[in-house]
């Protein structure tokens, strides 16, 4: 099966690339300068010239809280636009199958938590990354629309809790939160400070998967659809649960080695209150997440350490 890999280069791509299931694809993954998915007549061009059998479409314009308030507008029209394009361009060139990927931050921000694949456009978004969650929107809905009139095709969207892990995104202005904490508390406890600022109260509560687990899930959808396809073309993917903040500045600091204190600077944006996702509908395929929050740091933290603290 030859699949057309977008993002090949970013956190979530290089783990599909160094799973063990790539082996057994051919997987063409070119970089943003070999294709640059914002002009669609390339992105029409190199599809019409490839001719996948399936599209995994995991680029995008992608970061923290932070980045996503200094730039709405272009997280909306550049993730907007890629989803289009590659999306509407695989379906004219006749590609069978896509996985789409979203994110849990396109759920209505006071929708009841755990949040279901039914709630989506139930409610107001959350401001601090609105641009964003409309892309995933509209990316979204256009694989449904696709699939709903055409029965020979599936776009199967995945909607991922927040993903750390090997390759994410260390830079403080527009990283997430665990890769940023896990740089924070490490130069802590190397220049022997004696506190770590926390934004906000710490109250807040995240659900963060290890994204080998995504990489995990998505061979095991690409399997389902070799079946036949999946039950539902759409479905969140998660570990079930979530922590506050403050907790996970505590297990960051426990892998850490960090003994010393936590601040917490009431001034810095906190985002929606909770974002748990109801991971049903994957796990009922077959696909649970197996990784340990722990486990999971230790290894972002063995990876920060060998590539980015250097
Ligand atoms: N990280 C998370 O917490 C999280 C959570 C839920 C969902 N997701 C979704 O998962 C997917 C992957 O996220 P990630 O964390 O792996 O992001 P990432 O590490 O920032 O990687 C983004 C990728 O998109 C590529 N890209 C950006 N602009 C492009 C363009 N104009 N043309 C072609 N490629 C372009 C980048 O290539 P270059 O490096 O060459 O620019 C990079 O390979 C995204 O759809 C994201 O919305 C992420
Ligand atoms: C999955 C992503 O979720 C994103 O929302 P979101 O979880 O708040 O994005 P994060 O930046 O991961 O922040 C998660 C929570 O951690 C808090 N936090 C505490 N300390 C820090 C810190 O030092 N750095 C960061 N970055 N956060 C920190 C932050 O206030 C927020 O409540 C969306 O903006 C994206 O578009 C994407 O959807």
Redo the contacts with the bound molecule.
């Keep these: 099966m030859r699949v057309l890999l977008?993002?090949?280069?970013?956190?979530?791509?290089?783990n599909i690339l160094e799973h063990r299931s790539a082996g057994l694809f051919e997987i063409l993954a070119?970089?943003?300068?070999e294709?640059?998915?914002?002009d669609q007549a390339s992105v029409k061009d190199y599809i019409s010239a490839v001719q996948p059998d399936l599209i995994i479409?995991?680029?995008?314009?992608?970061?923290g809280i932070q980045a996503n308030i200094a730039d709405p507008a272009g997280f909306l029209v550049?993730?907007s636009l890629?989803g289009i394009h590659v999306i509407n361009e695989a379906y004219r060139a006749g590609v069978k199958y896509c996985i789409n990927?979203?994110?849990?931050?396109m759920y209505p921000r006071d929708a009841l938590n755990p949040l279901h694949e039914n709630q989506i456009l139930k409610g107001e978004l959350e401001p601090t990354n609105e641009g964003?969650a409309l892309a995933?929107v509209t990316a979204t809905k256009l694989c449904q629309y696709i699939s709903e009139t055409d029965n020979d095709v599936s776009y199967v969207t995945l909607i991922?809790?927040?993903?750390?892990g090997r390759?994410?995104?260390f830079d403080p202005h527009s990283s997430?939160m665990i890769p940023a904490v896990i740089r924070k508390i490490h130069e802590a406890h190397k220049n022997g400070s004696f506190t770590v600022e926390i934004w906000g109260d710490g109250n807040a509560r995240r659900e963060?998967m290890y994204?080998e687990e995504?990489a995990d899930c998505i061979f095991s959808v690409i399997a389902e659809i070799q079946r036949g396809g999946p039950a539902s073309g759409l479905m969140n993917v998660g570990i079930g649960r979530d922590y506050s903040i403050n907790e996970y500045y505590k297990a960051v600091a426990d892998v850490v080695g960090y003994k010393g204190e936590f601040s917490h600077d009431l001034s810095r944006p906190v985002g929606m209150r909770q974002k748990l996702i109801d991971s049903s509908r994957i796990n009922n395929m077959g696909w649970c997440s197996s990784t340990r929050l722990a486990d999971g740091i230790s290894k972002t933290y063995e990876y920060f350490l060998q590539e980015v603290d250097i």
Excluded at 6 to 14: D, N
Excluded at 35 to 38: A, D, R, V
Excluded at 101 to 105: E, R, V
């Design positions: 977008t993002g090949g280069s970013g956190m979530v791509g290089r070119p970089s943003s300068s294709l640059n998915l914002l479409h995991a680029a995008g314009r992608v970061g550049q993730n890629m990927l979203a994110s849990s931050c964003y995933k991922p809790c927040n993903l750390y390759h994410d995104n997430h963060f994204a995504l």
